[in-house]
């Protein structure tokens, strides 16, 4: 399977998703529908031989339920992500552009595998693209 560089998101067009609106939110299945995506998404990294190791103290559950609501906040639902904004989170982390790269190659499989719409994916993954210069600390 051919996965994309994120760069290639940033350029997407956004057509269909209008800032302020709940279609993205509702082209994912509602937060039942980004949950089943995220209890998908977890597993994924923390098997990645790539990234996995930054993820093996985390608590799967945890994570699973903090990424729902932040991506539920992002899509236009009605979630509130309260949880630590990005560059502190991933602060000392030592993460590379490689990393992140990996992290977006798992989430574009647990998508696909939950059958979300390509043209949400590539919303939601531009609406994600610039929390990459808060994480990303080294080349």
Known sequence: MKHLALSL?????????AQGSD??????????GIQAVMNDFVPRLKADARIGSHFKDTNSKHL???LTLQLCQLAGGPCQYDGPDMKT????????????????EQLQLSMESRGIPFAA???????????HRDIVSTR
Do not use: C, I, S, T
């Not at 279609?23 to 039942?32: S, V």
């Open 9 to 17: 998101f940033l350029a997407l067009p956004l057509a269909g998703f």
């Open 23 to 32: 279609a993205l939110y509702l082209a994912w299945g509602g937060k039942a």
């Open 64 to 66: 699973a339920e903090q």
């Open 121 to 131: 994916q590539n919303r939601m993954l531009a609406l994600l693209a610039p929390m």
């Open 89 to 104: 989170a991933h602060e000392g982390m030592g993460l590379r552009r490689a990393d992140f790269n990996a992290l977006v």
